[in-house]
């Protein structure tokens, strides 16, 4: 059996190595191109949102590298997600792929988490699956530390393209740790690597809250690279959506990190006083975090026909003229132009660091 | 505070509920206020105060409440958040209070009770009830137990389609074929079938050409028939409907062929059509999907109707 799972983010780094260790045959699916998109849109249905599109073709690429089963996580949602994997499968099926496919429908469950882990690899001790799993989520959290150090550095980096460099070393160099004593030596020689990059300390740059819904905003695929482009912009990012936040919120394996659902949920009341499922309460509530902080502007990202976004980008919205605070929602499908893209931030940018300046009056 | 003028907009859960939320208010001694049915107008104004892509039906929503909002005391939206214990509603209809509340300037007072079976369970009446009983400042068990009384009472709105519908399918084969050629089955959410704008009088349409619409509301053993067909059960409320008079229709011979109606950018009804489509239809009755937006014209629909029942009289003839 070779096991594929569709892409998330950097989220395939963090396991791939520690299963394969586990006797688990894992082909994760070759890097998104415009090739895959091409695949998943051509069998997807019209209106599916952009995340299912790229699994699918992520999927069928896997299959046509010789993968034979499928993992693809579920869930009882109000949003889509849940149903992705069925409907994934059906149309899988009908191109006349050959498989096996498992949809593990309770991902939220720890239990079900480490019996999901038993049942493809050869551990079979619940004890040795629980360390194995919790070595997984802390190098998901130590890949999440490394990119935040890069959107720290990329604004201020005198060489252009160094701090590029040192987010792909830092990316490899977990991966290579394969083991708690590993992850813990490599996380200083880490944060030295970015230590080393030539900054320009004086240089204040923007800052830009990046929100909405996960895939989208930890994809680099899914949104063009729009954080990169943000960097190049001279725009430092604070992002609200994080992989390891989200495991955080339900397996609890950073016991000081407060639960950053339930924080936006007490942030979004007045605004969004219902969970309408997805990132919806979370893009309500970091959106009024990052105002009272201080951050500059909310850049809200999402796909299109999302419904929980739509529903709080209505919100954002009210609250961006509640609170004179700019904000920006886009959306992204298989139609989104980079040079769409590049100019819309560019014009929203530079509105924000007139702002900051002063030279633009808040009305 | 008795003779309060509550206002309900004419749109998505008015078209399930209403005759259960109108009888519990009046007698509770308020004032029902409905806006009328929706035209171009009302339309238009609800896609001016829209933000973003939301659905048709949601755009529609809104345009009732800016018609409605100056000549109310309170605006009742509910938040029907699950009905049953094992499903949602659309995340846009369990956020739609707020959604309502940050599209709009000088809104009245908004009742948005939650309506919320998974969490709640039994209960979920109860809770439903309590900001009802405060906004209007009644006593509580009074309001819960008005509500209790009424809310089997009518409980789906039979419009007049509706009841026809069911009607001419309860009594068999015969009626049905006598003085029509063909049976429509017609799948869809209430709430984009029965506003006559919206599905440019569908109905109508197709009892023009000689054909009978028909539309059913699946029962509780219907559901979990259909369900039992599908690898996994649809968790949406509506969308669950939707598939399971899809199944009932495919099933059914005295049916001819059947119309899926949703909305263009709906989330759940892209995936349910493509269920629709590629499980349920195993016998390949005649099918199509019919998507409405905005920009949908009367005659657009019209030909497309035609072609359809064109079409199945040519197979069958």
Known sequence: MRLTVPHMGLLSVAYTRVLRQHGVDMQPPPKATVKTLNLGVKYSPEFACLPFKINLGNMMEALDNGADAILMPGGYGPCRFGYYGIIQEQILREQGYKFTMSTTDNPDRLSDMIDTIRDISQIKNKYDGYIVFFLILMRMAALDKATALYHYYKPREINRGDTDLTLKQAIEMIDLADSYTKLFRTMPQVKKMYHDIKIDKSFKPVTIGVLGEIFVVIEPFANLEIEKKLGELRVEVKRGVWLSDWLNDRFRYKPFRRNQTKYATKLARGYLNFPSGGESIETVGKTILFQKKGVDGVLHIMPFTCMPELVASAVINRISKDKEYPVLSMTFDEHVSEANIITRLEAFVDLLERRRDGSVSRH | MKNQRIGIPRGLLYYSYAESWKLFFRELGCEVIISPETHADILREGIRHATGDFCLPVKTFLGHVALLKDSVDLLFIPRYVSVERESFM????????????????????????????????????????????????????????????????????????????????????????SHRKMNIGIVGRPYLLFDRHLSKNLFNCIRDLNANPIFIKPAEPDIREAMAVIPKWVYWDMGKEV????????????????????????????????????????????????????????????TRIEAFIDMISKVTA
């Open chain 2, 243 to 302: 598939v399971t008079s899809a199944h009932q229709f495919f099933k059914d011979d005295r049916i001819d062929g059947v119309i899926n109606v949703c909305s263009s950018t709906c989330g759940p009804d892209s995936f349910t059509g493509d269920l629709i489509r590629k499980r349920l239809n195993q016998r390949n009755k005649p099918y199509m999907a019919l998507s409405i937006d905005e920009h949908a014209s009367d005659v657009g629909i019209q």
């Open chain 2, 90 to 177: 659309c995340p846009k209809m369990i956020g739609l209070p707020d959604v309502v509340r940050a599209c709009f300037t000088n809104l009245p007072g908004i009742v948005d009770p939650v309506f919320h079976v998974k969490q709640f369970g039994d209960k979920a009446i109860h809770e439903f009830t309590k900001p009802i009983a405060k906004a209007i400042s009644l006593p509580h068990p009074d309001v819960y137990t008005l509500f209790k009384k009424n809310m089997n009472s009518g409980a789906e709105i039979s419009g007049e389609q509706h009841r026809l519908s069911e009607r001419l399918l309860s009594e068999g084969g015969t009626i049905l074929s």
